[in-house]
């Protein structure tokens, strides 16, 4: 968490409650961050940004006090309710992997600001697995070979594990893995 101080009695802190959240492709996600500060407010500026590896920042949405000015090309995907500062996106996309910056400006007898980062991992649910047997027709205990292939149509981070009789089964004489 970030804290800056402008004079001895003005801090503004901006709370987020993790720097790396996962989503699911197809389905809301709501980033949520907090604020509070120890002075006098005439204005709370609240800014979203989105940026991907080796891209300028784009501007998602703000709001001064209660009015949010949202970015016309985002404006159905990104909600802001100030004054909340935590961002939904729906729904959310592959596309929308990245780092999601929230800055908060408060302007009183002097303008303090703090800015957190949070990036955001799109996963996509796994389809059922597909498993296919060559030869088809099966081999003759002792004689010959088979092979197992498993694949899924869909999904990210997708780990294979084989298993005979509820364990998992290891690389040796009789099995290999590819």
Not at 14 to 35: D, K, R
Not at 106 to 112: A, L, P, Q, S, W
Request: charged content about 15%; proline content about 7%; aromatic content about 10%.
């Amino acid at each position: 968490c970030f804290f800056f101080y402008t004079g001895a009695c003005s801090a503004l802190k901006l709370t987020v409650p993790s720097h790396t959240v996962h989503g699911i492709e197809g389905q809301p996600l709501h980033l949520l961050v907090n604020y509070n500060f120890n002075t006098t407010a005439s204005e709370v500026q609240i800014i979203w940004l989105f940026e991907r590896p080796q891209t300028n920042p784009k501007y998602l949405l703000g709001s001064v006090n209660q009015t949010v000015v949202p970015d016309l090309e985002y404006q159905h995907k990104f909600t802001l309710i100030p004054p909340n500062a935590s961002l939904m996106i729906d729904p959310l996309h592959t596309s929308d992997e990245g780092n999601y910056i929230v800055k908060v400006n408060v302007r009183g007898n002097k303008t303090i600001a703090a800015s957190q980062k949070i990036q955001v991992a799109v996963d996509v649910p796994i389809t059922k697995p597909i498993v296919l047997t060559e030869p088809s027709s099966g081999v003759v205990e002792y004689v010959g070979n088979i092979t197992l292939k498993c694949t899924v149509g869909k999904g990210t981070r997708v780990v294979y594990q084989w298993m005979k009789n509820g364990k998992r089964l290891h690389a040796g004489p009789n099995y290999t893995f590819s």
